[in-house]
């Protein structure tokens, strides 16, 4: 079933209509972006505003109370002796008068002994005092006031109240020692402070003392009966400025102050939901305004480019011709400006690309006759040769099985260079050739050498180009082993190689000065005669020219220790495009 021709007065509007869209769509995004951020940042300023102040009120009552404490410090405890009785009675006096205040009082000394406590403050054991925060952390920081927990008092009518400590020094009979007083301020003059918050369930405040835990909640009494949590506390303290939190399907914006140097931390929190639902509104307007123009753009679009449309036609059917194969039809030069110069440009195209497919004709045919000539040249006459004379002269000497050998060795070796005329072979195959012509070397030779194959065997199924081991055997075979008569050692080693393969000919002949490795590398020269008539060169030619110039052939060789030539090349397996 033949396609549908798709006309391109229909292409060009529908192209047109979606950069238009697209248009649309990058305006709403950045009005969007522009917009939020606006309404976003006046929220900050907003509300940042009402946490300066907030804080500010906290940090008066604040200094209110370090007012006090220090005045019972310097007014009373030091201007008179704890030993004596005016102290106390200055004391109690002093506590009388803020009553409104100050819930309780006590002295303790660096023990925790009571030195004196106000009548509504019950007697505790040193003991107990010195395992209590408040008195701990005013031995530990005696240069500030220390502001403790939270902490409620059932006498008739239930309160609650600070534990506020700081480090004295008074005066006992005399001397001067040092101690820990404790007042409990009435958490009234704070509760008021942040009661006048907006404290609702969209917009509220909380209190938190340095260990995190909570002073003041709008919903204190839901938390405590396990009706409401507060889930902000974590991600507040974890804010520097601001943060926006989202929970539940819902944002939140965080605001955390520190008051004064107490550890104490105010936090405001408040729902995103109103300045979500205002920028949706106006969301909604931008959309509809500039939908009615992407609209009226698009119409206009159309009616514009109707007119332009018919050359593109005419030129649309003549490359549907001539992709079908007919290369001889060519396009109506028509048209105005540049579908004028679209049409003879196609047909410049044309005759290009008739010329460059006669061309890849040509050179697929030369090719093909390369390879062939390639092939014929793999084999050397020579080789053939020697090995046949020595065939036909151990069967006059009647070495039958020696014969036998060496003809069953030659057949496996000559299918192996033939290879179906494959120039990537696995390494399988390589090295059963490269041992079938060791073997026949080593009888003609009258084992004049010892060889061995040590190979990885998970290495064996990858690729490597055909006749790459055995110009490096003839090397070693011609040159390593020229002048020995026995104990010659030739060593195939098959290795990963840091991800690659490593292919080692190594022999323990006479060796070669690096001028001769230079000249071998660098000249087109063959192992002998006798051999294949590859060169160790041709053979890294071949390689770099299949791989690429970080693979191929380096020799390495010591005078009277031997000579290794070392191939190396990638893993490559067999697939559908090497077959």
């Not at 907003?46 to 109370?65: H, R, T, V």
């Not at 003549?318 to 679209?342: H, P, R, S």
Request: glycine content about 6%; hydrophobic content about 35%.
């Amino acid at each position: 079933m033949k396609n549908r021709k798709i006309s391109i007065r229909l292409v060009f509007p529908v192209v047109m209509s979606a950069s238009i869209a697209v248009c649309i769509i990058s305006c709403m995004l950045l009005f969007s972006y522009y917009f939020s951020t606006y309404f976003q940042k006046d929220a900050i300023e907003k509300i940042g505003k009402q946490k300066n102040a907030l804080a500010q009120s906290l940090e008066k009552e604040i200094d209110n109370m370090n007012d006090l404490t220090n005045s019972i410090y310097y007014q009373e405890i030091k201007e008179y002796d704890v030993g004596g009785r005016l102290f106390s009675e200055e004391m109690q006096h002093r506590i009388n008068r803020e009553t409104d205040t100050i819930y309780a009082a006590a002295l303790y000394d660096a023990n925790g002994r009571d030195l004196w406590h106000s009548e509504n403050l019950e007697n505790m054991q040193k003991e107990e005092i010195r395992e209590t925060t408040w008195f701990r952390q005013a031995k530990e920081n005696i240069e500030t006031i220390n502001y403790g927990q939270k902490k409620l008092l059932l006498n008739g009518e239930s309160c609650y109240i600070y534990e506020i400590s700081r480090y004295v020094e008074y005066i006992d009979h005399g001397s001067m020692k040092s101690g820990v007083l404790l007042l409990d301020y009435y958490t009234d003059s704070m509760d008021s402070v942040l009661q006048h918050y907006k404290n609702q369930k969209s917009a509220y405040c909380y209190l938190l003392d340095a260990d995190n835990q909570l002073l003041y909640h709008p919903f204190e009494k839901q938390i405590v009966s396990g009706l409401y949590k507060e889930k902000t506390i974590k991600e507040a303290l974890a804010s520097k400025n601001y943060k926006i939190y989202r929970a539940d399907g819902e944002r939140w914006m965080l605001m955390r102050q520190q008051i004064g140097y107490t550890g104490w931390n105010v936090v405001l929190v408040s729902s995103m939901s109103s300045l979500d639902l205002e920028t949706r509104n106006l969301y909604s307007v931008a959309w509809f305004t500039l939908l009615l123009v992407g609209v009226i753009l698009i119409f206009l679009d159309i009616l514009l480019f109707r007119s332009f449309t018919n050359p593109v036609y005419r030129l649309l059917r003549t490359m549907q011709e001539f992709g079908k194969g007919n290369y001889e039809v060519k396009a109506e030069e028509e048209g105005i400006g540049e579908l004028k110069n679209l049409s003879a440009h196609f047909n410049i195209m044309a005759d290009k690309l008739q010329k460059q497919m006669e061309e890849i004709r040509e050179n697929e045919r030369e090719k093909q006759k390369m390879e062939k000539k390639l092939l014929q040249s793999q084999i050397n006459p020579h080789f053939l040769y020697n090995t046949l004379d020595s065939i036909i002269w151990m069967i006059r000497s009647e070495e039958y099985e020696g014969a036998g050998e060496m003809v069953s060795l030659l057949a496996k070796f000559f299918r192996t260079s033939l290879s179906q005329g494959k120039d990537m072979i696995p390494l399988e195959k390589e090295l059963e050739h490269a041992t079938s012509y060791l073997a026949i070397q080593n009888i003609r030779f009258k084992d004049k050498f010892e060889f061995k194959v040590k190979a990885d065997p998970a290495l064996l199924k990858y690729l490597c180009p055909k006749l790459s081991i055995q110009p490096l055997l003839e090397n070693a075979i011609y040159h390593g082993m020229e002048g020995m008569y026995e104990d010659g050692e030739i060593e195939i080693h098959i290795y990963d190689k840091d991800g690659n393969i490593g292919i080692d000919v190594a022999d323990n002949g006479l060796g070669m000065t690096q001028e001769k490795i230079d000249y071998i590398m660098h000249n087109k020269v063959v192992s002998s005669k006798r051999g294949s008539g590859i060169g160790v060169r041709n053979v890294n030619e071949r390689i770099q020219l299949i791989y690429g110039e970080e693979y191929g052939i380096t020799i390495t060789s010591e005078l009277d220790e031997g000579t290794t030539a070392t191939i190396t090349i990638p893993k490559m397996e067999e697939t559908d495009e090497t077959e």
